[in-house]
């Protein structure tokens, strides 16, 4: 998956917890609950993987403190296999993907990384300038349009998002395109008009083709922790999210936040982003990802 800097302290701790050596007791697990939920994966994540393990340990392990962390570690991976990773495909043409998230958390960027990931397929496809209450998201746009070689739909700033996002759909259609992505708000004056603008977005683009879009990726700042998992529940909620794409995967201390962001939403993380540079967003990766978290 392309993940390098290491998560500080957690598999570490957890090596310290469940030594190989060490019995695995009751207060053993109490710590390991500790940890987790120091690393962002929250609290009734935590007491549900927690509870999940000890009965795979009982199950299946000789007793050791290295048994019961392969059995974490089972537990974790079987959670993120059970609700799908890494499996993203478009399907028939134009597909829509809609991108939503709040500000900061990477949103318009990672979009520019999918474009480039799309067009490396050999794919053809347009962006969207739906996000039109930031001038700046809309300036933004263009110019990873430009350097991604894709070409982007616009509107002055301030119009309405939902004629974008129309203009965008039948320049697809026209053109025989193959996908349209989408940028949206990700802040107006307040919650419910957010989401009442995203619902309307999300009607037009279903108005014109339906059955679309094709999928509603939710794009997550991985160091933003428990308040992150808060506003994702908000725009699952609303905008119907079918898939999540975390970023700054690499830049956080903890990682956590992956595990109980699908745990909670029950969807898919789809892509991580790994790093600054335009191919770094990477499948998502189960294996990988428990290597790296329960990694020293």
Known sequence: ????????????????????????????WDEVEEALIAADVGATTTLEIVDAARERFRRESGGSGEDARRALAAE???RLVRVGSGRFELGPAPSVILFVGVNGTGKTTTIAKLAARLKG??????????????????????????????????????ADPGAVAFDAVAAAESRG?????????????????????????????ER???????HVLLVLDATTGQ?????????????G???????????????????????????????????????????????AFVEWLLSE
């Open 241 to 287: 999210v079918t898939g999540i794409v975390l970023t700054k995967l690499d830049g956080t201390a903890k990682g956590g936040v992956a595990l109980a962001a699908a745990d909670r939403l029950g969807v898919p993380i789809l892509f991580a982003g790994v790093g600054e540079e335009i191919d770094a967003l990477a499948p998502f990766d189960p294996e």
């Open 177 to 205: 395109l193959d996908a349209v992505l989408v940028d949206t708000a990700g802040r107006l004056q307040n919650k419910q008009q957010l989401m009442a603008e995203l619902a309307k977005i999300r009607r037009v683009i």
């Open 121 to 158: 397929e050999g794919r053809t496809l347009v962006l969207a300038a739906a996000d039109t209450f930031r001038a700046a998201a809309v300036e933004q746009l263009r110019i990873w349009g430009e350097q991604v070689g894709v070409p982007v739909v616009a509107q002055r700033a301030g």
């Open 227 to 239: 308040n992150g998992i808060l506003q994702a529940e908000a725009f699952s909620r609303e905008a």
């Open 1 to 28: 998956m392309g993940l390098r800097a290491r998560p500080s302290g957690l598999g570490a701790r957890l090596r310290s917890i469940l030594g190989a050596g060490t019995p695995a007791t009751d207060a053993t």
């Open 76 to 78: 974790i991976r079987d």
């Open 208 to 214: 014109r083709l339906p059955g679309q879009p094709r």
